[in-house]
């Protein structure tokens, strides 16, 4: 009787998944604050260059017992983030060119934007399920995410979107074809930085930001000391109102997941009603299958939509559809890897 127990109990584990990949997902945030906490820390700017570290010198540089400065150095070893030879650890290609303050495509704003903002709002996620609100500000009593922030938390959220749409918009432009129009208009452009980093690959290349005009105005600082200003320039106003003309190519960066289908539809018939004849939208977002089973990435942006405003992350098919209901021809959809994309869906008038 004890062999068949043990044997039907084999039997059963046989039959079981592995726990490892649930217990990967369940402790994934544990990952994420080992990052936030370094960052805090300064860690990566301090060891910039190359200059490594022993634990002995981080306990003492940062006022830390030798204990938690081993811990979260080994932690940043095994995650990718620290190397460890010779007794000392020092910044991975991946940290050294993301990670150190100064650096062109530094990252860290978007971490501490991550840290201080929104990983307090996905914690009441649940909140935001039953509700259907936001959870990082409160719409009964402002009347937009920025209205009465914090200027502190302001500057993060700038300085975070900044710095993956600089590395977005890298991708963007090798991935799609804009050699063959002249101006370009950044509707909800933010900082500017698909503009800079267009206009870098594109030398013929003119944009327009076209933004609230508080936005605008951080976009012409960035813009000047990117030496652009001939090039690029910024505008203020609502694209719910209005959109400058003589451009023949529209961008709509990580703006429509902001929204709900009416607004959305509504600015694209805007759009198209600005554009010339031959001219394009591009609209570049982490894209839902159209099966709506992932991927993964641009899932859980659209729960971060949640949390944050009023829209979600659509389809290609929902784009499709919207573009072609506009007056958009010859659509198309062009994937490609980046931080804030996968892909951009292009629609063209007739």
Same mark, same amino acid.
């Given at each position: 009787?004890?062999?068949?127990?043990?044997?039907?109990?084999?039997?059963?584990?046989?039959?079981?998944?592995?726990?490892?990949?649930?217990?990967?997902?369940?402790?994934?945030?544990?990952?994420?604050?080992?990052?936030?906490?370094?960052?805090?820390?300064?860690?990566?700017?301090?060891?910039?260059?190359?200059?490594?570290?022993?634990?002995?010198?981080?306990?003492?540089?940062?006022?830390?017992?030798?204990?938690?400065?081993?811990?979260?150095?080994?932690?940043?070893?095994?995650?990718?983030?620290?190397?460890?030879?010779?007794?000392? %650890?020092?910044?991975?290609?991946?940290?050294?060119? %993301?990670?150190?303050?100064?650096?062109? %495509?530094?990252?860290?704003?978007?971490?501490?934007?991550? *840290?201080?903002?929104?990983? &307090?709002?996905?914690?009441?996620?649940?909140?935001?399920?039953?509700?259907?609100?936001?959870?990082?500000?409160? &719409?009964?009593?402002?009347?937009?995410?920025?209205?009465?922030?914090?200027?502190?938390?302001?500057?993060?959220?700038?300085?975070?979107?900044?710095?993956?749409?600089?590395?977005?918009?890298?991708?963007?432009?090798?991935?799609?074809?804009?050699?063959?129009?002249?101006?370009?208009?950044?509707?909800?452009?933010?900082?500017?930085?698909?503009?800079?980093?267009?206009?870098?690959? %594109?030398?013929?290349?003119?944009?327009?930001?076209?933004?609230?005009?508080?936005?605008?105005?951080?976009?012409?600082?960035?813009?000047?000391?990117?030496?652009?200003?001939?090039?690029?320039?910024?505008?203020?106003?609502?694209?719910?109102?209005?959109?400058?003309?003589?451009?023949?190519?529209?961008?709509?960066?990580?703006?429509?997941?902001?929204? *709900?289908?009416?607004?959305?539809?509504?600015?694209?018939?805007?759009?198209?009603?600005?554009?010339?004849?031959?001219?394009?939208?591009?609209?570049?977002?982490?894209?839902?299958?159209?099966?709506?089973?992932?991927?993964?990435?641009?899932?859980?942006?659209?729960?971060?939509?949640?949390?944050?405003?009023?829209?979600?992350?659509?389809?290609?098919?929902?784009?499709?559809?919207?573009?072609?209901?506009?007056?958009?021809?010859?659509?198309?959809?062009?994937?490609?890897?980046?931080?804030?994309?996968?892909?951009?869906?292009?629609?063209?008038?007739?």
């Amino acid at each position: 009787m004890e062999t068949k127990i043990r044997a039907r109990r084999t039997a059963i584990a046989a039959e079981l998944p592995s726990a490892v990949p649930l217990m990967a997902l369940s402790t994934g945030f544990w990952a994420f604050k080992t990052l936030a906490a370094a960052h805090e820390l300064d860690l990566f700017s301090r060891l910039a260059g190359g200059a490594g570290t022993t634990v002995a010198e981080l306990a003492g540089a940062l006022g830390l017992h030798q204990r938690p400065a081993e811990m979260l150095l080994t932690g940043c070893a095994a995650l990718g983030l620290l190397e460890k030879t010779g007794g000392r %650890y020092r910044n991975t290609p991946l940290s050294e060119a %993301y990670l150190v303050k100064g650096k062109p %495509y530094y990252f860290g704003g978007f971490v501490q934007m991550l *840290d201080k903002r929104l990983y &307090p709002g996905w914690g009441r996620l649940t909140e935001a399920l039953r509700t259907n609100r936001p959870t990082t500000w409160d &719409p009964a009593a402002q009347s937009s995410i920025f209205d009465g922030e914090d200027p502190m938390m302001l500057a993060l959220f700038w300085e975070a979107m900044h710095s993956i749409s600089t590395m977005t918009a890298r991708k963007l432009g090798e991935a799609v074809d804009l050699s063959h129009f002249r101006r370009l208009l950044d509707i909800g452009g933010g900082s500017g930085a698909y503009d800079i980093e267009l206009c870098k690959q %594109y030398g013929v290349l003119r944009a327009t930001v076209f933004d609230l005009p508080h936005v605008a105005a951080i976009a012409a600082g960035k813009i000047a000391e990117a030496g652009l200003t001939d090039r690029i320039e910024t505008a203020g106003g609502s694209f719910f109102e209005q959109l400058p003309k003589d451009h023949d190519v529209h961008l709509l960066s990580m703006i429509l997941h902001d929204w *709900d289908d009416a607004k959305n539809r509504a600015l694209l018939r805007r759009s198209f009603e600005a554009l010339p004849s031959g001219g394009a939208v591009v609209i570049s977002e982490l894209l839902v299958n159209d099966e709506k089973t992932g991927p993964a990435p641009a899932a859980l942006m659209s729960l971060n939509m949640l949390i944050e405003t009023e829209g979600r992350n659509y389809t290609p098919a929902e784009y499709s559809a919207w573009l072609e209901e506009a007056g958009f021809r010859h659509i198309e959809t062009v994937w490609f890897e980046a931080p804030a994309a996968n892909g951009v869906v292009i629609g063209r008038k007739p």
